[in-house]
């Protein structure tokens, strides 16, 4: 009798331990971080493949006002591909981190509820291997989720403290 007891207590609980750890994994995968990320993986997945215009689709209404389709398809295709001589690239992507306002850039509109992902580009073309490291933003547009960069000034001070470093890298590659 004891052991029939024991063998019913185990048959309930199991199933509790299951559906928790499906909620569990279900209520990860479906937040609002995780969502985020995914769409900022997305864009670099397509721009990964070249499908320019499928990210140009990705991008927030703020961004689309800074370029036409056709010029981001160029631009994104002749920079990063043609002058550096990469064919394609490989990205990582961040943790999200939640921001409750922030703007693309001065005087833009005020978003709520975006999320910060920093994406790590590396590309090996003509010119050796070098890496592009991005804070990107992805934010909900109606109620799909959209990708913006960031124009702020401070954003530029790190670019160019990136581009020395990476020119005494070279320097330094080149003399020794």
Known sequence: MKKYRNHNILSLIIPLFLVFGLIVTISYFASPAQQAKKAVDTLYSYEQDGKFSSSWE??????KEKFTRNAYMQDRAHVFMNHFGADSFRFSSGKPKRKSSWAMS???????????????????GKYGRFQFVQDV????????WKILWDYNDE???TVNTCSVIIA?????????
């Open 168 to 176: 005494v890298r070279v320097l330094c590659t080149t003399v020794s």
């Open 106 to 124: 001065e005087g833009s509109e005020l978003l709520n509820k975006v999320y910060k992902v920093t994406v790590t580009k590396n590309y090996y």
């Open 155 to 157: 954003g530029y001070l």
């Open 58 to 63: 990705m991008l927030h209404t703020q961004m």
């Open 137 to 144: 933003y992805a934010t909900k547009e109606n109620r799909e």
